[in-house]
């Protein structure tokens, strides 16, 4: 029989860094900026030791500092991560199995064997064997139920979930607890009196429709009843975007120094851009206002290209979209590749 697995490795980032500091495993760690809880950065990942502390990802390290005073903090590292990805994967690709993959810490793998258990088994192994790092897989018959299999595989364990535990397992939970849904879509769902999966699996297609569009509506219904895609591809995965920003340890309130800073940001992107080998075709501002508001703007450049002055043009016209009388504590440029160009790649 042919079976999805998801494979997540457990708390990634932050056990890559516990792998290269191993005194400092059973401690809170908290990987994150510069590893200064006193400037302004966020936490990319968190030990499970800090995460006892309410610590979570995306959080200011400052706040980090105050529920979890005694961790240790860490700068971030991605040319490592990378590297501890690239391993993993290629462990994996070892055995009978299409990979794809997500991620730096998580992949599909495709695979036909009456033992899907013991496949996983040997997935874990094979990844413990070559990095020492953790990780927990979910067994499913589509992608949608192997990747909520691996949350109640983890950390470190196995878990299958298919058509045939579905509702005994699904049934009673919120909406968001399936994949694709967050709180904003959660929320509308809750107005229309849909709470669980099982209300969503039995929702009206044309109130959905109504409300989410023709076209996610019906696949909002078809999560409900655990249906996504089965086909696992080998394909590389493709970036869709490159993006680059600062958070500031003092508050920006000069126009002229927040578009300084974006032609700044912009030149790393080009960089990054021409370093990717493919033209981008649209161009985000990303502006955090005092104390936490975050805004996005972005525009469609006239023709995909990679010339740093053309996404520089672009990012400053992004910019002005912004009314610019609050102070600034973060700026971010992102370039988003043609979509043609993903299409052809996978």
Not at 103 to 115: I, K, L, N, P, R
Not at 226 to 254: H, K, N
Request: glycine residues 8%.
């Amino acid at each position: 029989m042919k079976w999805v697995l998801h494979v997540d490795l457990d708390q990634f980032i932050a056990a890559v860094e516990i792998a290269r500091h191993p005194e400092l495993r059973g401690k809170p760690v908290v990987v994150g900026g510069n590893g200064d809880p006193t400037e302004r950065a966020v936490v990319a990942t968190a030990s499970y030791e800090a995460r006892e502390f309410g610590v979570q990802s995306g959080m200011p390290l400052r706040i980090a500092a105050k529920r979890c005073p005694d961790a240790v903090f860490l700068p971030s590292d991605p040319d490592a991560y990378l590297e501890v990805s690239a391993r993993v994967m290629a462990a994996v690709r070892e055995l009978p199995v299409v990979v794809e993959v997500l991620g730096w810490d998580e992949a599909f793998v495709g695979a036909e064997t009456a033992e899907p258990e013991a496949l996983a088994a040997a997935i874990k192994e094979a990844v413990a064997r070559e990095t020492g790092l953790s990780c927990a897989v979910g067994i499913g018959d589509n992608k949608l139920r192997a990747k909520l299999a691996t949350g109640f595989g983890k950390p470190g364990g196995i878990y299958r979930l298919t058509q045939e535990n579905w509702w005994e397992v699904m049934a009673a939970r919120p909406t968001d607890a399936l994949w694709g849904i967050g709180g904003k879509t959660a929320k509308k769902l809750a107005e229309l009196g849909i709470t669980t999966v099982l209300d969503l699996a039995g929702a009206d297609p044309a109130e959905l429709a109504a409300r989410f569009g023709p076209k996610t509506g019906p696949w909002l219904r078809l999560l409900g009843g655990g249906i996504s895609d089965a086909e696992v591809s080998a394909t590389p995965w493709v970036a869709r975007s490159r993006s680059r920003e600062t958070t500031f340890q003092r508050d920006l309130t000069d126009p002229a120094e927040m578009a300084a800073e974006v032609t700044a940001l912009a030149e790393r992107v080009a960089q990054d851009v021409l370093d990717e080998g493919r033209p981008a075709a649209r161009v985000a501002v990303k502006v955090r206002f005092v104390p936490f508001l975050t805004h996005t703007h972005s525009i469609t450049l006239p023709e995909p290209t990679s010339d740093a002055g053309e996404l520089d043009r672009a990012a400053q016209e992004v910019l002005g979209m912004f009314e610019l009388t609050r102070a600034v504590r973060l700026l971010g440029v992102r370039a988003e590749f043609a979509r043609e160009d993903q299409d052809a790649s996978g």
